[in-house]
T-cell receptor, first 109, second 115 residues
Framework: GENVEQHPSTLSVQEGDSAVIKCTYS??????FPWYKQELGKGPQLIID?????GEKKDQRIAVTLNKTAKHFSLHITETQPEDSAVYFC????????FGAGTRLAVHP | EPEVTQTPSHQVTQMGQEVILRCVPI?????FYWYRQILGQKVEFLVS????????KSEIFDDQFSVERPDGSNFTLKIRSTKLEDSAMYFC?????????????FGPGTRLTVL
């Protein structure tokens, strides 16, 4: 069935470093790839997304890349700050979202 | 900024009881969804709803589950006879019509505890 694998499960970085989270998906029909940030006790918050006709998208310190051939997509956060600490989920979508298992990012001052 | 709201934030119920989880989607959105997240696990799709009918549902969404849009603003998830394994966070989401139809915005969730 449809599946999204996400790595790493935990990521610890120093403030100012970059963080990279990677996902692979199985359904070649997937055409939309959002990333969500979930803080403790809150719902997932959409932070950036990319569609299948685009290879890269950037929004300030956050960028996403997509390799449709390899069915890989990645989230890149530069100049990390302590407030970036959260659980990040990737997802792949035709209509419904299929989520990865999440990455717990800790940014240490 | 418009947001999805959900009530209650926490619901505790006895096994076998019925629960109704309520959501108010973003006002101009036309697609509605329910997801659940068991503690420590990934977010799982339950059901999508468009034009007053279910458009897709997962294997989890069995006969014990139902959804309804009783008026122009609310979207509800009913679990008829709760089981222990229904304990989870339940998230409602909505998305607009048009080319952004799959940009889903999530509510804060309802934590359901079945005792």
């Amino acid at each position: 069935g449809e599946n999204v694998e996400q790595h790493p499960s935990t990521l610890s970085v120093q403030e100012g470093d970059s963080a990279v989270i990677k996902c692979t998906y199985s359904d070649s029909a997937s055409n939309y790839f959002p990333w969500y940030k979930q803080e403790l006790g809150k719902g997932p918050q959409l932070i950036i997304d990319i569609r299948s006709n685009v290879g890269e998208k950037k929004d300030q310190r956050i960028a996403v890349t997509l390799n449709k051939t390899a069915k890989h997509f990645s989230l890149h956060i530069t100049e990390t700050q302590p407030e970036d600490s959260a659980v990040y989920f990737c997802a792949a979508s035709t209509d419904k979202l299929i989520f990865g298992a999440g990455t717990r990012l800790a940014v240490h001052p | 900024e418009p947001e999805v709201t959900q009530t209650p934030s926490h619901q505790v119920t006895q096994m076998g009881q019925e629960v109704i989880l309520r959501c108010v989607p973003i006002s101009n959105h036309l697609y509605f969804y329910w997801y659940r997240q068991i503690l420590g696990q990934k977010v799982e799709f339950l059901v999508s709803f468009y034009n007053n009918e279910i458009s897709e549902k997962s294997e989890i969404f069995d006969d014990q589950f139902s959804v309804e849009r009783p008026d122009g603003s609310n979207f509800t998830l009913k679990i008829r006879s709760t089981k222990l394994e229904d304990s989870a966070m339940y998230f409602c989401a909505s998305s607009p019509d048009g080319e952004s139809y799959n940009e889903q915005f999530f509510g804060p969730g309802t934590r359901l505890t079945v005792l």
